[in-house]
């Protein structure tokens, strides 16, 4: 490790700009987080025309802030309405809820936000410990290799984000072809722009993203307005026994422990995501436990699972992609389209042009746990007042921001229209159950592996047998046509099990 | 998982149609040529369209034998057209939007599409239809005029 590289990244981390930037973004997470029905991903995608100004640094950093401040901030819809902010905090939701309905929601509270906040810390030097080693082996992948990777990756992520592998595969497949719209880099001519000029550059990221994932969920949002309306939050009132005590903090930490593991480990394997984690963690400590009867009616523990698994997602997630520039969720992939906005690639090269930069993340990371820490320990009464905002107050200020992100890009009603067509893609395919993870993650992606197709094919002369040279690219070959078998299997067994369930339309 | 083999046929069936149309009209049409490549311009493109027309297919299958195993019809009869205009409704609100942007910039109309959407979602309070329109504006001002400086959007 290069010290003074690292002496530099934390100096940069500890400036003003950067306590401003990366505050702001954990709490603009956390007041995201809290307002249910508002995702994370939704919270990025209206989130990055803002970081149109920023350094990349502060940019990235206020980024991964927002990301780290939804998932705190989603627990405390969870654990005073009953109604998570993300799905990943409805495991939290199981305890959070009746131990809040107990007249302990200070305490529900506060076991939550360290749960968070260990996760996180944790997670985030698991991180820097393993996506350092990571990315220098990765620098020794060619084309092979990593057209190879970037290929399993997509199936993986096709298979497990949704429901159906066909589904998943279908979604990818349009990412695809959306992905290769722009000026081709061999031939230098316009593909599939249809006579636009505005599409030259390729379909605009921010339409894409706002569309799919933002705007789309407002519009379920305001169809899901016409069935339920208003909410019930627990009110906090001043009880000095409502508070996290030693003994209960020394009776959760093994939880965390044991949750933060888990966290990172499901976060490292792309297409798995927050949900995957907080539940198969929350699963484990109800296991685990020598009172499983207590789960689910206000046990700490409950809670902790849920949260330290939920944070320790958000910095595993970034393993694969500071690492081999794999994007293994829709956050994962957003980031990725920040960086090529300030004209950074992600992966393995960051590590070689621009260490400090990467460093700098890190110690941003960091220091955005630290913030969240104090936001939520002292923002407890204000953040408890935000779950009362109704949602059709917060529909139309996200749709207006929504329009005006498009508008900062600078594409005009072109884009509008753009983002309007994508919206209406992103409604249908939430309602037909297309995984949009993949086509978002397949849409980002697909530049880079035709670059290394392309190279692959030029290098090889269309030699197949080049192959047996790369036993790395040929394990991930074969990797994923296992995947594909075993993913196409499971769907057909998934099927055959529901088709006994009752029809519903 | 519900398993839905209606929708299922209907939107496989529309993504198969997606595929067919890229590979048979939009790939040859539109996406160039390159006679001295040994990797043809189209080839990531039809990949993708391969994988459309051939999983959407499956999809599609799999929802009519499902269907024929039900005694479904393809179509349903039974149609909530209440809930459909619900649910159309916002999509036809910021379509008009899109259209009036297209006239008068969106720091000058904004205030006007917020208050206007939060009158028909049913608030009536007029502080908080007030607030909840001028803030928002406010903010993409600052943004875009001072933090951006890229003028009034």
Not at chain 1, 138 to 145: K, N, S, V, W
Not at chain 1, 201 to 218: F, N, Y
Not at chain 2, 16 to 30: F, H, R, T
Request: a positive charge.
């Amino acid at each position: 490790m290069d010290f003074a590289v690292i002496g530099t990244a934390a100096a940069e981390a500890l400036t003003l700009a950067s306590f401003i930037g990366i505050g702001g973004g954990v709490l603009l997470g956390y007041i995201v987080g809290v307002i249910p029905g508002l995702s994370r991903s939704v919270a990025i995608s209206i989130a990055i025309p803002m970081t149109f100004y920023m350094s990349p640094y502060i940019a990235i950093s206020f980024l991964i802030g927002l990301s780290k401040g939804t998932a705190a901030g989603s627990a405390v819809s969870a654990i005073l309405l009953n109604a998570p902010g993300e799905a990943s905090s409805a495991a939290t939701a199981l305890d959070g809820y009746p131990m809040a309905k107990q007249g302990k929601p200070k305490t529900a509270l506060q076991v939550g936000l360290i749960a968070s906040v260990m996760g996180d810390i944790l997670a985030t030097i698991i991180l820097i410990f393993v996506a350092i080693p990571f990315a220098r082996v990765a620098l020794l992948f060619g084309p092979y290799e990593m057209a190879a990777i970037l290929a399993f990756a997509l199936v993986f992520i096709a298979g497990l984000s949704g429901g159906s592998i066909f589904k998943g595969l279908a979604a990818g497949g349009l990412g695809i072809i959306l992905g290769t719209v722009g000026l081709d880099n061999q031939t230098g001519l316009p593909r599939l722009t249809f006579g636009y000029t505005e599409l030259m550059d390729g379909m605009p990221l921010i339409a894409v993203a706002i569309g799919t994932l933002a705007l789309s969920e407002m519009f379920i949002q305001s169809e899901k307005l016409r069935y339920e309306r208003g909410t019930m939050s627990v009110a906090m009132k001043k009880d000095p026994n409502d508070r996290i005590t030693w003994p209960i903090f020394k009776s959760i930490l093994p939880t965390i422990l044991r949750g933060t593991g888990v966290g990172t480990f499901v976060g490292a394997l792309p297409g798995l995501g927050p949900s995957v984690g907080s539940f198969m963690s929350y699963g484990m400590t109800v296991k685990a436990s020598k009172d499983p009867d207590s789960f689910g009616k206000g046990n700490p523990k409950g809670i902790a699972a849920a949260e330290s698994a939920d944070n320790a997602v958000i910095p595993a997630a970034l393993i694969p992609l500071f690492g081999l520039g794999i994007p293994g969720n829709v956050s994962a992939a957003l980031l990725i389209g920040a960086f090529a906005i300030h004209g950074i690639t992600v992966g393995p090269l960051l590590l070689r042009d621009s260490p400090e930069l990467l460093y700098s993340i890190f110690a941003g990371m960091i220091l955005a746990s630290v913030i969240m820490l104090a936001l939520g320990w002292f923002g407890l009464q204000f953040f408890a007042q935000i779950t009362r905002v109704p949602p059709h107050v917060v529909i139309p200020i996200v749709i207006f921001f929504c329009l005006a992100g498009m508008m900062l890009q600078g594409y005009g009603t072109f884009g509008l229209i753009i983002l309007m067509g994508f919206a209406l893609l992103g409604y249908l395919m939430k309602k037909f159950d297309y995984s949009f993870v993949t086509f978002l993650v397949a849409f980002i992606i697909t530049p880079m592996l035709e670059l290394n197709l392309r190279q692959s094919i030029i290098l090889s002369r269309g030699n197949w047998a080049i192959l047996l040279d790369r036993p790395i690219a040929l394990f991930f070959i074969a990797c994923t046509a296992v995947a594909l078998i075993a993913l196409i299997y499971r769907t057909f067994q998934t099927d055959k099990a529901a088709a006994g369930a009752p029809v519903s339309e | 998982m519900i398993f839905v083999p209606r929708s299922d046929f209907w939107s496989g069936l529309a993504v198969a149609s997606v595929g067919l149309l890229a590979l048979l009209w939009m790939i040859p049409n539109y996406a160039g040529s390159n006679p001295f490549a040994r990797m043809p311009p189209g080839l990531v493109p039809g990949i993708g369209a391969w994988l459309m027309v051939i999983c959407g297919g499956v999809v599609a299958i799999k929802g009519l034998l499902q269907m024929m195993r039900d005694s479904l019809g393809l179509v349903s009869a039974d149609l909530n057209w209440g809930a459909l205009a619900w649910a159309a409704w916002p999509f036809a609100y910021v379509a008009v939007a899109i259209w009036f942007m297209s006239f008068i910039k969106i720091t000058w109309f904004g205030a006007f599409l917020i208050a206007g959407m939060l009158i028909l979602l049913g608030e009536r309070r007029w502080y908080m239809i007030l607030g909840c329109a001028v803030v928002p504006v406010a903010l993409l001002y600052v943004l875009s005029v001072y933090l951006m400086r890229v003028g009034i959007v």
